[in-house]
C-alpha cells in the first residue's frame, strides 16, 4: 500500500495531496488513484503516475477523508493507504464577513462573540448563519441577541427584530452564546450567511 498521505498548500478550493510511493510487486506501479470516503462511498477525486495529485473544486469550509491506491501494469490493485482527513479554509473574498471570538474559557465551556458582517453591496434584511462543529462534542449550551438552535454538529443562528437589517458595506450585528465542549475546541472552519460562505477575520 502506499505510504500515509499529507495535505499541503490548502486553500478554500485546493489541496495538493502527497504519499510515500508503495513498493512494486510482481509488476511495475503504473499509477496511483486518490479517493475521498463519505460514509460507505468512495468517491475517486484523480490519478497521477506520481506521488502527489493537486484536487480541485472543493468546497471551502469543508472536511475531506482521503486514501490512495496503487494500481500496477497488470491491473491489480494495492491495500488502501492510511486515512488522511484535512480542511479546506474559508474564501479570501466574500458578500459576508464572520469574527469569531472566544472571550472567556475554564476547560469544559466558554463565553464566544460572532460577530456577522455585510460586506456586499446590497443591505441584508433578515440573516441566518450556520456552521458545522468540526467535532461531535461541541454544544451550544444557549445564546443571546440571535435565536440558537443546534442539531448534530449544524447550528443555526437566526436575526431578530432588533438586529436583522445589515447595511450594505460593512454593516454588521454581534451575537454571543455560551459553549460547552468535552475534549479539543477546534473552531468551526466555515461560516455561511443566507447561504453564502463568509471569509473569517
Not at 472567556?104 to 456577522?116: F, L, R, S
Not at 440571535?146 to 458595506?169: E, I, K, M, Y
Amino acid at each position: 500500500a502506499p505510504g500515509r498521505p499529507t495535505a499541503g498548500a490548502v486553500t478554500d478550493r485546493t489541496a495538493t495531496i502527497s504519499w510515500p510511493a508503495a513498493t512494486p510487486g510482481a509488476a511495475p506501479i503504473a499509477k496511483y488513484e486518490v479517493y475521498r470516503q463519505r460514509g460507505a462511498v468512495s468517491e475517486q477525486l484523480g490519478e497521477t503516475a506520481g506521488t502527489s495529485l493537486t484536487v480541485g473544486n472543493l468546497e471551502p469550509g469543508a472536511r475531506y477523508t482521503v486514501n490512495v491506491l496503487a494500481r500496477d501494469t497488470a491491473g491489480r490493485v494495492s491495500w488502501s493507504s492510511p486515512p488522511l482527513t484535512f480542511a479546506t479554509g474559508s474564501p479570501a473574498a466574500s458578500a459576508c464577513a464572520v469574527r469569531f471570538r472566544a472571550d472567556t474559557d475554564w476547560g469544559n465551556g466558554y463565553v464566544a462573540t460572532v460577530e456577522v458582517v455585510n460586506t456586499g453591496p446590497d443591505a441584508v434584511d433578515g440573516w441566518t448563519l450556520t456552521w458545522t462543529w468540526p467535532t461531535g462534542w461541541q454544544q451550544v449550551s444557549s445564546g443571546w441577541s440571535a435565536t440558537w438552535t443546534q442539531t448534530g454538529r449544524d447550528v443555526r443562528v437566526t436575526s431578530t427584530a432588533d438586529n436583522r437589517r445589515l447595511a450594505a458595506d460593512g454593516g454588521s450585528a454581534s451575537v454571543g452564546f455560551v459553549g460547552a465542549y468535552g475534549g479539543p475546541n477546534v473552531p468551526p472552519g466555515a461560516f455561511r450567511l443566507n447561504g453564502t460562505v463568509c471569509s473569517v477575520r
